[in-house]
């Protein structure tokens, strides 16, 4: 079935730095979702996404939809230590009974 | 805010119990899903629901089942639970296709 390839699987992030993740499909999706999953917690919305090249910001996210609407990129700026999870891309594309189909997710950690 | 409740955070079962699995949303939402978090797996659909009393099966339904009898409550029942149904289980409900989904705060589930 149809699958989102979410990158990088993992990263370590130092207080202050600029962070960036990217999803990417084979086929033309209809709406992109950014979700963020603290320890231990459901995965919570942080961005939803319904036109191609839109872009939308929450706080210190910033999540674009791509031109080909194959694509999305979630960038966080100035990173703090509560911005440690897993960050999942979602998205939607007609098919698979109209239900989202998520990535395998990226986590960020701090760096020791 | 939409609320989606799970009933327990933590469950250790025997092999062989039976188990439910219950899931709670308190905003007259159509659609429910059953999903398990394994690391690195990410989010797999295990059942889904689009109105009372009609289940459909997501990409791993095999030794699960579900049951929703009243539109707000979603159930998930491992008939004879195993130890590789040892898991992180997320319930998820949204008012439409292809929308955002609001997750539950998960049950990790260990089959001792």
């Known amino acids: 079935g149809q699958q989102l390839n979410q990158s990088p699987q993992s990263m370590f992030i130092q207080e202050g730095e600029d962070v960036s993740m990217n999803c990417t499909s084979s086929?033309?999706?209809?709406?992109w979702l950014w979700y963020k999953q603290d320890p231990g917690e459901g995965p919570v919305l942080l961005i939803a996404l319904y036109k191609a090249g839109e872009l939308t910001s929450n706080g210190r996210l910033t999540a674009q939809f791509g031109i080909t609407r194959k694509d999305s990129f979630l960038n966080i700026s100035a990173s703090i230590p509560s911005d440690v999870g897993i960050y999942f891309c979602?998205?939607?594309?007609?098919?698979?009974?109209?239900?989202?189909?998520f990535g395998k997710g990226t986590k960020l950690s701090v760096k020791p | 805010d939409v609320k989606v409740t799970q009933s327990s955070r933590y469950l250790v079962k025997r092999t062989g119990e039976k188990v439910f699995l219950e899931c709670v949303q308190d905003m007259d939402h159509e659609n429910m899903f059953w999903y398990r978090q394994d690391p690195g797996l990410g989010l797999r659909l295990i059942y889904f629901s689009y109105d009372v009393k009609m289940k459909e099966k997501g990409d791993i339904p095999e030794g699960y089942s579900v049951s929703r009898e009243k539109k707000e409550r979603f159930s998930l029942i491992l008939e004879s639970a195993s130890t590789n149904q040892t898991s992180m289980y997320l319930c998820?409900?949204?008012?439409?296709w292809g929308e955002g989904y609001t997750f539950g705060s998960g049950t990790r589930l260990t089959v001792v």
């Open positions: 979602a998205g939607n594309y007609g098919g698979s009974q109209g239900n989202l189909i």
């Open positions: 086929s033309i999706f209809n709406t």
């Open positions: 998820a409900s949204s008012s439409s």
